[in-house]
């Protein structure tokens, strides 16, 4: 018997029965599996003991048994030949609010098979999470919003199964990770206390659920683990992204910061954690300025500054005509507008400096990005101070729970030895304009590392990787959960930061700019 | 906290949460169950997480929960308001092949609600297990046998419970003992290999089952214990029916006999046990004799002898003109037939002693039982010869199995200090008479014991006991099956018990006749 690396597959070789061992077909199969699993308490659902006799009398004896864990509780999920030519597989769902990634995994080698995204089709009821909990209240709207996200997914497993030659009957393990309120919704959970305080959560830690009873079309028997969560504002996704991040193995401090509508922040090693979330504003998302936007072909992604011409360079998705900028390319722009001095220290647009990129719509300052030439809409694409405000706020919230949380446990954000940044804002944010602007700290570019979806990249691990199961306990059981009482302390710390980069400029000394 | 005695059920109180203890719904519930389990490794169905929030904010604080265990793991079944009149219930189903009893019992305080029984629907398909087996060859086959013992089930489980107040949804344990291809059959699991040699059941000790996997019509989160199995000719039926005489729990040897188509024997202390089946012959049912039956309206159970006036004394079922004669009649009936002197120690009729009751039909000797004109079928009601040579073949294969298995361990049947007689065959019988035709051992009377229906006492003795469960592992694990191989020393031992009582005349003293 082999025991293949990733812990849930076992290769086992099921004796022939006899009238010196006439066990029952289950007990010979657990038998068989009692030295790779160190034990015997195994359980092997009915509706695979009502097709076992036919299965180990026609199969030959060495097959792969697919098993998944619950506390020292073994369930025998599948029974596959090892003759067979597709390899069992499974399948890791990130479970975003707006957006939700799936990728098929052999659980052989642990290789990824497949991959795609898809908007979460709850939005049809509401893009926010909020609209879609208020539409739970009632049993039907909590079924309605299930429907959607099972039936969305499973037209999306079974079309990546098709693709790959897969059935989605042989997928056999699913991995979720999602925020609180999403996992809510994905199993049909009352999600109702989760937004009242104080903040209740149904579950913190679901049980594997069988794939049959949440609706989703894999093998009935497979089982879906849920990433569990720390309560109703720090979900499973974050939990999965510390896994992939590796930040609770590190003999040394390190920080991973997470940024959609909220940031959520966890500095620690293998010793401590301590997390918390907090509204980091929704700038950074787009939505916010007329013209930001969700990256998209020709959505403004990069802008740099000639500080020669005093010319900005900007850089769009596929490089079409630009037609709205979203949070990095936001952040980029607001470096640019306050390296050249067009932005003052309090974040004003000073229109002196602007060469006449300033114009006046319906009584408020608008600062002309492209203008109706170059642009993608036949019309100037503008921010306006507001938009400018809307992403000091969010910086500076940044900044303060950065700060807050590494001295709640006396670490300097200096002492960092690697700043993780997670999820599409880790992958596309310049960090060089993000510290130009005080929104992160002014740390070696080095130290920070894009980790790009770390919650989909936590689902994958498990599924690879038995001995996870434990390392999200201990996670789980380790985390400090910080609350951001936002008290006189917090407010004072947060005006502090609403300036450019700071009012203490001794803490970004990198950031080097003239002007008033 | 208040823990109830029978272990299934405890008393909680869940705290409020508040931002202090802020941890969720699910998690206060077990927090709160597990001072009484010594245990958190308990897991909650989605079905009741579904209504967890609602159920916990809305009964107020004191719940019973229902719990049911698998080894160290604890699933919450169902949790009720303290307040609410109908008490958690649960049934026990003795699952017998040809007649399946209910017992609706009150899990609080460990009472009978009500108990009912009917013939097993699957009788239709064939009044034998083999025919049973037969069609279940195939998978519609096994779904129709399914369907008409669940069905059947239902319909009764929802009778009863309406006989009682009580909604179907109030039952939260169901334990299920019969034999192992019946159980097979009702778990929808294949036969065929239980008749096959080397005779493999699917498996010897099934997980508990949701009610809804199986179909039963209770709480769909029930959970429904199947007693286990040692193999395919030793059933869970014969385990309840240890657990249930307390057997294994004795300091002293005594034997459990429990006799159907087959004779299945158990002897032991709290030490050991040992058990062997084998065919009794089917004389003891019914069925075999022209006018052998099931006990029912009519029938001849009970025959006594006035030894002046050579005259039988036959007692009938309410006392009706009888129309047949049942196992317990019959042996009554030899045994009179034996001690006048009309049958001979070879068991054959003896006719010049028969006062005239010989009469020849077909060139077959008949013995009339009851003349025509007391009959209630307005025929003569008569035993041949043929009927009485195989109730003699029953009582030596008893006879002998209780010997091998006896003289196994070096045992003397006359050391033990109780002999449990199990099923109708053990509330029926009158044991002088089996003594007499030398079917049981010649032991003082007082050594006999009556358990009635023990399938049905066990499976009861469970719902009201959690500790039955470690009982009924160790019953399972400390039983060595003597596989009862028909060799030389066998067939030795069947001859000399084919005489009445025995050729070995000092193995029943109390046995006084006169005749040849």
Known sequence: MTELKNGWIKQISVPEPSLQNNTADAERVIAALKPALESENVSIDL??????????????????AILFRRNHHWALVGLVPDADPAPPAGVAIDLGTSRVV??????????PLAECSFDNPQVAVGPDILTRIHHADRPEGRAHLRDLIVNGLNQEITRLCRGCGLEPAGLFLAAVSGNTAMTHLFMGLDPKWIIREPYIPVINRPD?????????????????????????????????????????????TTLLVDVGTNAEVVLGNRNWLIACAGAAGPALEGGVTK?????????IDRVTLDPDAKQFKIGTIDNLPPVGICGSGLIDLAACLFLSGMLDIRGKLVPERCDGRIRETEGLA????VPEKDSGTGRDLTISQADIDSLVRSKAAMYTILETISQSV?????DLSAFFVAGTFGSFIN????????????LPLATYRSLGNSS????????????????????RDSITYLELNVNQDFMNRFSAAKFLPHTNRDLFPSVDREGP
């Open 47 to 64: 509706g695979l003991l009502r097709r076992l006799p036919g299965l180990i009398r026609t199969s030959g004896p060495d097959l792969y």
């Open 102 to 111: 799936l990728r098929l995994v052999n659980l052989l080698s642990g290789e």
């Open 208 to 252: 594997p659920v069988k794939a049959a009873d949440l609706g989703l079309a894999l093998n009935p028997l497979a089982r879906v683990f849920i990433f569990p969560n720390i309560g109703s504002y720090f979900g499973g996704d974050l939990i999965a992204g510390i896994l992939f991040s590796g930040l609770h193995l590190r003999e040394e």
């Open 291 to 299: 013209m930001g936007m969700m990256a998209g072909p020709g959505v």
């Open 366 to 369: 608008q600062f002309v990005v």
């Open 410 to 414: 006396g670490t300097a954000l200096h």
């Open 431 to 442: 960090p060089r304009s993000a510290i130009s602007i005080g929104m992160l700290p002014d």
């Open 456 to 475: 989909l990249g936590g689902a994958t691990r498990l599924l690879t990787d038995a001995d996870c199961l434990n390392e999200i306990d201990r996670i």
